[in-house]
Each structure stands twice: as structure tokens, then as C-alpha cells.
């Protein structure tokens, strides 16, 4: 239950308005521990409403909600206001924090409305310009992020001291084994096994020795707002650093939306020419769409095993429908790569979707 009286007066303290009757409507929840309302309410400040964000530990909730690696730091800031604040200090587009308490728990955050890139693109065919020119704007705000967010700030920021390295990437890849195939009711013989765990181990080692760069790792259609002014970036407290075609990866190859291959294709030559124009940087295409493939490939597989999981543990089936879909992107690109055949001969003995 929210606390209605305490929730006013914050409310009061930051309009400077007496607000006298506020409504709270509690908004769908993603795969996380936090739940969030839309706080509305009649005034003549021009602010009318706001988002609330309650975390499940006010205390405790101090982690990243997904498995890290990297530097020890001592950096005890909830990583959301840790990360805001070095993104907002590059001129990222975030939601404005007008409230933070560390007991409650609460996040009072700037009400960017409903327009998530996931439903706006559903209002047109995925291979029209206005879809085009969309995605054109979330790898305009995506390439602003790798140039300006790698660097560190004067204050010490949590994405800095983690990193996808080659564990973080095993640790994915056996967070599939384990939920996409094992807790789905099949059996993996020990060989079998540890021949996917070491073609696998191969893959991780390889992302991980690629250049590093700020990355979101949830960059996807829900979780960027459409504004009139730009793409403005949200639930990024699991920034680390990254391989910079992991975050296009996670873009393009959503696991909601399933992109013509023509649009993904036309889309990375985007992202190249425009990193070319604004870096005087050259891109080696053939071999940064290899990397794309790659990266596609270990993303969807974690994320595949990453719904299973959220229905098995969090006991939230909402993501399931996704798998399928998801399972066939990572089809599409192990067929694309002769020497991953093997290994997809061999995974689709125990993944259907990969046969």
C-alpha cells in the first residue's frame, strides 16, 4: 500500500502547489522486483503527473538485477541513480528524478507517457519508412551513448567497474542450458553437454576480447520512450561494458518485434555509415556483421532462458510467447556461420525451435 498522506506532501514540496487529491494507478510490470504507478492529480502547476517507482528492498536493493563480473567497486549508490546521473551528465535522454528515498524505497520520476517504441512501431508494417526512420533515431541516441558514456565521469559509476567478460558470457550461456533445456523437461547427456558448454565457452571468449564500450544491456523497443523531441532511454541500471554491437544486437534483434532481415541488414549499414561519419573511425563491415550474428545469437539465447526462468522462479508466464520467436532468430544466425553448424546440429537434438 502506498502511503497516500507522505506521498502528498512530497508531492506538495515539489510543486509548490498545494495539491489536494491525487489518483494512483498501478501500471503493468516488467520482469523486475519494482512496481510503478502513474500518480496524476489537478493543480495549476504544470506538472500534472508523475511516475512512482517502488523498489522490493528500499534498503538492500543495491545490486544489479542480473549477473555482473568486474572490478570490485565501493560504490554502494542504488545502481538506477548511480547510472542516471552519468547518463544525464552526457546529455542522454532520461527520465528527470524529482525524488528519492532511500527507507521507502520510492523513486518519483519524470511521466514519459505511453508511447513505447514497441507500440509505436505496431502501428505500422515493419518494413515502412516510418519503422526505418524510428530505429534511425534509437541508433542515433545508441551511438550518442557508446561515444559519450564509455568515458568516465568525475564521479565513479557502476558500469565502468563491471563488464561483460568471458564468465559473464558462460554464466549467460549455462542460464540457458539450465532453464531454456533442463528445466524444460529435457535431458542432456554429460558429453553432450560438455561439448555445447565448450562450443559455447569458444563464443564467450571471443565476444569478450572485442574493443569495450558503455553498454545498456536491455536495449530493446520497451525499453525506449518515443518523444516529440527524442528517444529517451529507461531501465538501464544494468549498464556495464560491453562489446558496442551487443546494445544494436539487442535492438535489432528483439525478441518482440521480428524485424524483415532486409530492415536489420539496412539498419546496420545505418549504424556503420553514421559511426564512420561521426568518428572518422573506418568499420570493417564483413567482419562487424560477423560479430552482429554472434552477438545475436548468445543475446537470444539468453534471453530464451532468461523468460523461461521469470515463469519457473518469478512465476510470471507473460514471456513465454516470446521463446519461440526468439529461438528461430538464433536459428537464422547459427545457419548463417559453417563452422557453427556443429553446434547447432547438436543443441537442436534438445531445442526443437532449432531444428
Known amino acids: 500500500m502506498i502511503d497516500i498522506v507522505s506521498l502528498q506532501s512530497i508531492l506538495n514540496s ?88 532511500s527507507k521507502t524505497g520510492w523513486i518519483l520520476l519524470e511521466d514519459l507517457g505511453d508511447a513505447m517504441l514497441a507500440d509505436v512501431i505496431a502501428q505500422h508494417p515493419l518494413d515502412s ?30 558500469a565502468h567497474c563491471r563488464a561483460f567478460d568471458q564468465p559473464l558470457f558462460v554464466w549467460e550461456f549455462d542460464h540457458f542450458i539450465e532453464y531454456g533445456i533442463e528445466k524444460s523437461g529435457v535431458s542432456i547427456p554429460k558429453k553432450d553437454k560438455a561439448v555445447i558448454r565448450a562450443a559455447f565457452s569458444d563464443i564467450a571468449l571471443r565476444l569478450a576480447t572485442l574493443p569495450q564500450r558503455f553498454t545498456h544491456r536491455d536495449y530493446h ?23 558496442r554491437e551487443y546494445d544494436l544486437a539487442s535492438l535489432l534483434r528483439d525478441s518482440y518485434i521480428d524485424l524483415p532481415e532486409s530492415t536489420v541488414d539496412q539498419l546496420i549499414s545505418y549504424y556503420i555509415a553514421r559511426w564512420e561519419e561521426q568518428t572518422f573511425e573506418k568499420i570493417n563491415q564483413e567482419r562487424f556483421r560477423e560479430v552482429f550474428d554472434l552477438i545475436s545469437i548468445q543475446r537470444n539465447l539468453k534471453a530464451a532462458g532468461r523468460f523461461i526462468y521469470i515463469d519457473q522462479v518469478k512465476k510470471n508466464p507473460k514471456f513465454l510467447p516470446y521463446v519461440p520467436t526468439t529461438l528461430c532468430k538464433v536459428k537464422r544466425n547459427l545457419e548463417k556461420d559453417k563452422r557453427l553448424k556443429p553446434l547447432q546440429a547438436l543443441l537442436s537434438k534438445y531445442v526443437k525451435e532449432l531444428r
Open 129 to 158: 519508412k516510418p519503422v526505418c526512420d524510428l530505429y534511425q533515431k534509437a541508433i542515433d541516441t545508441l551511438i550518442h551513448i557508446q561515444r559519450f558514456a564509455t568515458h568516465p565521469s568525475e564521479t565513479p559509476t557502476l
Open 14 to 101: 515539489i510543486t509548490r502547489v498545494d495539491i489536494k487529491e491525487i489518483e494512483t494507478l498501478r501500471l503493468p510490470g516488467d520482469a523486475s522486483n519494482r512496481t510503478y504507478y502513474r500518480i496524476s492529480w489537478k493543480s495549476a502547476s504544470p506538472l500534472k503527473s508523475m511516475i512512482l517507482m517502488v523498489l522490493a528492498e528500499p534498503e538492500g536493493f543495491k545490486g544489479s538485477e542480473e549477473a555482473v563480473t568486474g572490478t570490485p567497486s565501493s560504490i554502494t549508490e542504488l545502481p538506477f541513480i548511480n547510472i542516471h546521473r552519468h547518463l544525464e551528465s552526457c546529455r542522454i535522454r532520461v527520465p528527470k528524478i524529482f525524488h528519492y528515498d
Open 221 to 243: 523497443s520497451r525499453n525506449l520512450m518515443v518523444q516529440s523531441d527524442a528517444i529517451c532511454v529507461i531501465d538501464f541500471q544494468d549498464a556495464l561494458m560491453g562489446p
